[in-house]
């Protein structure tokens, strides 16, 4: 690991701790004077931002999990009595179902930030990768955190969800059973989700270290693209960016606190307030809004390409959607990286954000014209969008001069 | 021009979060399929401010007490919570005489029952589901618990958009108000025609109401104008004995079965919203501070 350790110990204890287990070397060294470029702008801020909701998500869930049963018979009125006798219980509890979105919306923004800015090049590969598998671990863990309120829409939505395992060709009902514990969605479910619903968060936060470990190593990227040339280019972390991150998540934590308390339903599907019942369907049922754009390309396929039927194309488009996330890195091979200093790239990447959330939107309509072919339209923009448009922009493009450094595209605006 | 760029990318980039916040979280349709849109109501405990009206809860408990309990349940309201605070209030004294005028079963009891405690909870009018649909035609009367967060309003663009901003939590409410206002006697003339033309077909034993799913409600019209007396209060002043009157008192009875914290959860959210635009305005002072002597 990189060595920027200014560190001295300043007393025989810290000296004896030091040569033995150098855990204040190693915190000085990557939480205070690791060098970051000083140009970052307030996306970068969300970085921190969901190691915060992390930690909200880990500190409710595990009080959530003191007062939770995972049984099917008691699961949405425990629930209720967290809302309704334990101490703060409705605050904890909406704090943890706000901020599944709130992680979302975070994890999202987060994305489109490195995708704009080109994190995803050489050398930050791997950091992009375990940063598309947190997002994926991410997701898994939502959707199981779902179903434990044991209301309509947790039972249907993990019912359509789990169905998709059935497309798998040959083994796919089995591994669908083993899922479910069950031919379906029953207490077996419920009780392996809540399971895997409390351990996921930890496996989450051993990536995120991972994640963090492999940004340590090239360093932050930043927003004009270029890499740092000297100490000038930089700021050590710790207070700059401890200062603007603290910042940042203060300010994200103002949207988030109108949720809980002013709105705390708001983001949730009234559907969820009936106690799951296998034996009446909802007239509409919706994933919750963090899944949709994924959702719709499931759907999207509602055709068979030669000897795929349209399910097993729809599972294979929505693997599709995410694998393109972990290939990027060698699907655009601009060397620019930033999108500022790409002028056609720019515009696509726009309409790119703009028909993620078309995806999003389509997701939660029903099955129905125009949706379905707005559905198609949209899906296939996605898939144009790295394996065509990437590569082909890669070549064709001009992109503008760059600066020659961090600090002098920092001048160049002061001066602006 | 590097910032100029930087600007309009973060103009674009917040547009597009605000929308696939806003987008991609449409409420579920609810409302009937005929699309007669609930209107909405001055709650009392509607926006930031919103507290319940404890009188309208005390006449909306009567009403709920008198008329729907004989067919709803209500199985995680406990008596005590009728005396606790941002609800109908009643004293001890009130909630103890009238929990002790229900029956509980009790296998620990002299004969399998007792006279119920505030501890209690609220009795449910029928043994289990088959028991309740036996004695109403077949359609199962809802539990009235969380029923008012049970139930939504589909609000058309850009209303829905405006949601998150307002707040706007009552959608169950209002189509609670308007379902109990929703009745017709004889199947109305807007009444939605078949696929194949014909006219609306009311099946035996059911009734028209504008607001249900599908309009053809099990529930016979449960109100009417001065089927529940209200006591006069103490300055002589008397609430209306009508049907609009009982619904919305009733329905603010059901929000507050749903969501009984919901006066000391807005409370506590306007405390931590001003301290956070607070400490937010010191944090980006003090980090303006920090960064005064560096380029960025």
């Known amino acids: ?416 | 021009m590097i910032g100029a760029m930087k600007m309009n990318m973060n103009k674009l980039i917040i547009a597009a979060a605000a929308l696939v916040v806003g987008l991609s979280m449409a409420p579920v349709a609810q409302a009937a399929e005929a699309g007669v849109q609930p209107e909405r109501q001055a709650w009392s405990f509607g926006g930031i401010f919103g507290t319940y009206d404890t009188n309208q809860l005390q006449r909306g408990f009567q009403v709920f007490r008198e008329v729907c309990s004989s067919c709803h349940s209500a199985h995680l309201i406990s008596f005590r919570n009728l005396m606790e605070e941002g609800g109908p209030e009643f004293s001890e004294a009130q909630v103890r005489a009238l929990a002790a005028e229900y029956e509980v079963a009790d296998i620990t009891a002299d004969g399998g029952r007792r006279p119920a405690v505030p501890a209690d909870r609220w009795p449910s009018p029928f043994a289990n589901d088959q028991e309740a649909r036996d004695a109403n035609g077949g359609a199962l009367p809802p539990d009235f618990s969380v029923l008012a967060k049970a139930r939504g309003v589909k609000d058309p663009f850009p209303t829905w958009i405006f949601n998150y901003f307002t707040g706007y939590q009552e959608g169950g409410v209002d189509y609670i108000h308007a379902l109990l206002n929703g009745y017709h006697e004889e199947v109305p003339e807007s009444a939605p025609h078949g696929t194949d033309g014909e006219p609306f077909q009311l099946p035996e034993g059911k009734h028209y109401n504008d607001y249900f799913p599908g309009h053809a409600i099990g529930m016979a019209p449960p109100l009417a104008d001065g089927v529940v007396s209200y006591a006069e209060s103490e300055d002589g002043q008397s609430v209306p004995q009508t049907l609009e009157q009982y619904s919305t008192d009733v329905a603010a009875f059901m929000m507050w079965m749903a969501e009984p914290h919901l006066v000391s959860r807005k409370q506590t959210g306007f405390a931590v919203l001003i301290f956070l635009v607070l400490f937010a305005g010191l944090m980006y002072g003090t980090k303006r501070k920090i960064w005064a002597g560096i380029e960025h």
């Open chain 1, 1 to 416: 690991m990189s060595e920027h350790s200014t560190y001295v110990p300043g007393n025989a204890v810290e000296k004896w701790l030091d040569d033995r287990l150098p855990v204040v070397r190693f915190a000085k060294e990557h939480l205070m004077d690791f060098p970051t470029p000083k140009n970052l702008n307030y996306w970068w801020t969300f970085g921190a931002i969901l190691v915060m909701c992390l930690g909200v998500q880990i500190v409710t869930g595990i009080i959530l999990a003191m007062h939770y049963t995972p049984n099917v018979a008691m699961a949405f009125d425990s629930v209720e009595h967290i809302r309704r006798d334990v101490n703060g219980g409705r605050i904890i509890q909406a704090t943890h179902a706000v901020g599944a979105s709130m992680f979302f919306i975070a994890l999202y923004i987060h994305m489109f930030r490195g995708l704009f800015y080109g994190s995803y090049k050489a050398p930050r590969e791997i950091l992009w990768i375990l940063g598309v598998v947190i997002f994926l671990l991410t997701t898994a863990t939502a959707f199981m955190g779902y179903i434990l309120p044991w209301g309509q829409m947790s039972f249907w939505g993990a019912t359509v969800i789990s169905n998709i395992f059935t497309a798998i060709p040959l083994v796919g009902e089995n591994i669908k059973q083993l899922v479910l514990g069950g031919f379906a969605v029953g207490n077996p479910t419920l009780n392996r989700f809540f399971s895997l619903h409390y351990l996921l968060p930890f496996i989450i936060a051993a990536v995120v270290a991972l994640h963090i470990w492999a940004l340590h190593v090239p360093g932050n990227n930043n927003p004009v693209g270029v890499d740092v040339k000297d100490s000038r280019d930089t700021v050590p972390f710790h207070p700059y960016y401890t200062m603007k991150d603290l910042y940042g998540m203060v300010l994200f934590m103002i949207p988030f606190a109108w949720f809980v308390f002013f709105a705390p339903d708001i983001l949730g599907h009234a559907d969820n307030y009936i106690m799951a019942n296998a034996q009446v369907t909802p007239a509409h049922i919706v994933p919750e809004w963090y899944l949709l754009p994924f959702y719709t390309i499931l759907r999207a396929i509602d055709f068979n390409i030669l000897f795929i039927d349209s399910k097993l194309g729809g599972v294979i488009a929505m693997g599709g959607a995410m694998a393109c996330l972990l290939v990027v890195p060698w699907l655009d091979t601009s060397k620019v990286r930033s999108g500022t200093f790409r002028p056609m790239f720019k515009w696509f990447y726009g309409l790119f954000v703009l028909n993620f959330i078309g995806l999003a939107y389509l997701g939660a309509q029903e099955a129905a014209e125009p949706y379905t072919t707005l559905a198609k339209v949209c899906t296939a923009y996605y898939f144009l969008y790295f394996l065509v448009i990437l590569p082909v922009l890669s070549r064709i493009e001009t992109p503008k001069p760059l600066p020659t450094s961090i600090s002098e595209s920092v001048l160049g605006k002061a001066h602006a």
